[in-house]
């Protein structure tokens, strides 16, 4: 069973904590047990950092930073360790696997960059005789609540920038997905961070309830789901603390007549399919307009049949295992709901459901529309829609029409539609000609509308916004 970290002793959790099995998604077996902490657990936690904060909070910002530089040295040193063991506990390619560790390092990059972003402003004489300055300060204890799909970038979005900043720290990694957060909190201690400034506590939603409620903590960054996002939102508001919740998404890939298809084909299957589509970034319908339709649908059948489905740890292998046998029958569930509702099925994955492991191949339904269930509801997994459109108005108004806004990209060859599109699509990450629309660790990460509750987005100068508090000062001598 794996441990908690309270200040320097992993402990495991009271007695009578159930546990939970990890899994290797890609051959279905336990590969561990992870504790279903409560609040007491949490309470510790909770007090650990809170212990640390009366001297992390005042340490000299350039020793912060320079811990913070040997993190990053020693993230790179274990840089192989921490792929393979996102692509044993999450399943993806050992490719992807690398790819989500560096973009989850350039937040520490970032993040070392902490006296020039944690500079406040001063106004000299702004009255006569008068000056005022803005100084930042630490908020105080900081949770993060992040989801299965990303275990090491996720919780490097969150603490890295909240430590640096002066906070101390609670992760609360995925019941789904442990190992990753687990990892980098040895190595966090490896790299001579002080106790209790980085603590651990797992579990799922009675860990997640007993941190909204601990008026020990006084900010909660959250990735997952919509609905829990929301429930997060609206409870760790209602206790005067400061939210980011980021939530689930259904993203549109809208593609002009004129896009060209070497790029957009390969685009699509990358975004639709990569990470096996459990991405908040992934690509769930495509919205092709006018002719299209014509140029895209044989190309896209023709590679989605061809793509590799296997074990994330071969080489050659492009599609990996779902998360878990139920959310891959979940998945599944949406071809038969898609074909009952008109939709037809131009690739079936479902064959690769008969392997060991939760596997589920790429998976096309056509001529698919916003009213359907696989139109509408988020999947995350590799089932591409695609949908008709006769006009860009028209692709962006079904875009539109769904009450999540996470990511939009399109394909075009113009610059008048690319900048249409930019213009009115509600998305608060918006690409084009790239299926993925991600921003970097300096700029700011987030959805619209129901994709996301709060105001400051993660990582940029958002994070360290959110991890900070402002006081002015005015001065009369
Ligand atoms: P999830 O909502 O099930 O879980 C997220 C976290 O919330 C986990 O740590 C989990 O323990 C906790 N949790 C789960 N149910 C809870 C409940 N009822 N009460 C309190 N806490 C609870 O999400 P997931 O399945 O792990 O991740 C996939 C979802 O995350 C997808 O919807 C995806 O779009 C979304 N996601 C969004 C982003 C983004 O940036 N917007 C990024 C990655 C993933």
Same mark, same amino acid.
């Given at each position: 069973m794996i441990r908690n970290l309270i200040g320097s002793d992993w402990q495991m959790p009271a007695d009578g904590a159930v546990s939970l099995p990890v899994f290797n998604p890609a051959t279905g077996e336990v590969i561990e047990q992870v504790p279903l902490s409560g609040a007491q657990e949490v309470d510790a936690a909770v007090k650990a950092a809170s212990g640390a904060f009366a001297s992390w909070s005042r340490t000299a910002v350039m020793e912060r930073v320079r811990l913070m530089f040997r993190y990053k040295a020693v993230l790179e040193e274990h840089f192989e360790e921490l792929a393979s063991i996102v692509t044993r506990h999450h399943g993806k390619t050992l490719d992807e696997s690398r790819g989500e560790v560096r973009r989850g390092i350039e937040v520490v990059d970032f993040a070392c960059g902490a006296p020039t972003l944690l500079q406040g402003r001063t106004l000299r004489?702004?009255? @006569?005789g008068v000056d005022q300055d803005l100084y930042r300060y630490p908020v105080g204890v900081c949770a993060g609540i992040p989801p299965f799909n990303f275990p090491v970038m996720i919780p490097l979005w969150m603490f890295p920038l909240a430590v640096v900043a002066g906070n101390t720290f609670v992760l609360k990694p995925s019941e789904r997905t442990p190992l990753g957060g687990q990892r980098l909190a040895e190595l966090f201690l490896e790299a001579g961070?002080? &106790?209790?400034v980085l603590n651990v506590v797992h579990g799922a939603a009675g860990a997640v309830d007993a941190l909204l409620e601990n008026?020990?903590?006084s900010a909660i960054s959250f990735v997952g789901s919509a609905p829990v996002a929301k429930h997060v939102y609206t409870e760790a508001a209602a206790r005067g603390k400061r939210v980011q919740a980021l939530g689930g998404a259904k993203n549109h890939i809208v593609v002009m007549p004129d896009a060209d298809p070497e790029i957009t084909v390969p685009a699509i299957l990358n975004s639709a399919f990569g990470n096996a589509g459990e991405?908040? $970034?992934?690509? #769930?319908v495509a919205v092709a307009v006018g002719k299209a339709a014509d140029i895209l649908l044989d190309p896209l059948r023709d590679a989605a049949s061809k793509m590799v489905v296997g074990p @994330?740890?071969? %080489?050659? =292998?492009q599609v990996g295992p779902l998360i878990r046998a139920e959310h891959r029958d979940r998945v599944a569930s949406y071809v038969e709901k898609g074909t009952a509702e008109g939709a037809q099925l =131009? =690739?079936? @994955?479902?064959?690769?459901? #008969? /392997?060991?492991?939760f596997f589920l191949g790429p998976t096309i339904l056509d /001529?698919?529309? %916003?009213?359907?269930a696989v139109g509408r509801?988020?999947?995350?997994? %590799?089932v591409l829609s695609v949908a008709r459109a006769a006009t860009l108005e028209d692709a962006i108004a079904q875009a539109n &029409?769904? #009450? $999540?806004?996470?990511m939009a990209t399109i394909f075009t060859q113009s610059g008048r539609a690319g900048r249409e599109f930019r213009e009115r699509v509600e998305a608060g990450m918006t690409g084009i000609n790239v299926p993925i629309a991600q921003p970097f660790a300096f700029f700011p990460f987030s959805g619209w509308k129901g994709s996301f509750f709060g105001d400051l987005h993660v990582h940029g100068t958002d994070g360290i916004e959110f991890y900070t508090r402002k006081k002015v000062v005015v001065t009369r001598w």
């Open positions: 004489d702004v009255s @006569g961070f002080p &106790a209790g008026p020990g903590v991405r908040c $970034l992934s690509g #769930s @994330g740890d071969q %080489p050659g =292998v =131009v =690739v079936d @994955g479902r064959g690769e459901m #008969s /392997r060991q492991g /001529r698919v529309t %916003p009213q359907m509801e988020e999947i995350f997994g %590799p &029409a769904s #009450s $999540l806004g996470n």
